[in-house]
């Protein structure tokens, strides 16, 4: 059932597990503090992101982990490939009105298509559990895969903006990008067609 205006705590993944064909995606804890930190130290991921410090140090994923408690509005994920972390993807609600999507991989598991299987799963989820009309999302103007990633999952260009990225110490041009709840479900209901 659709929830209308979600408040911080219902806007939780509520210790729900997505599953796609190769991933899961579940809440961190502070049990995976060790394994983000890992993953997330690279400066060839925090430069593409806004708010990832470089260097990312353990104490950044404790803050972080420790972030996701009641008061936490937003809707995050660890991906998860064998059982072992992967990266992350999740749905910032700073702006009730505006949901944005953000992921990131540890650089091994790039090229593999596991960005978009988690963005999709991810987006699922945040269309029929929360009464939203659009997602939106964005790309540095220098990356490429993801704004492939967010152009398989449907999201339309809508313009470029300048954003301020922690890790570079300055703005940054940045596409960004927005699915509408019609388009998602137009997607979701093409069916197949055969020929005869
Ligand atoms: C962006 C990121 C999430 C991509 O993860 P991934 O699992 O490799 O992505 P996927 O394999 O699902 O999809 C990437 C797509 O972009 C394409 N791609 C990759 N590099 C590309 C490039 N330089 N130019 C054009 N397309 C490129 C891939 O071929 C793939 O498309 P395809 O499936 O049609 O072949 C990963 O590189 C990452 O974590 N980067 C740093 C953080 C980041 O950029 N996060 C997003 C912030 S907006």
Redesign the pocket.
Known sequence: MLQDIPTPTSRQSRGCVLETERLALRRPTLADVKAIAQLANDR??AE??RRLPFPYLPDHAVEFVNSLGEASGDTVFLIELDRQPV?MVGVDWRAPELPEL??????E?????????A?RAVIDFTFEEFDVEHLI????VA????R??LE?CGFQWSGVELHRFEAIGSSTPVDCFKLNRSVWSSLKNWGTSTRR
């Open positions: 060839r991921i593409m992101t990266g953000g992921y990131w991989l540890g650089v598991h790039w090229g593999q298509g596991f960005a978009t299987e963005a999302s964005g790309a540095r990356n490429p895969a993801s492939n990633i398989k």
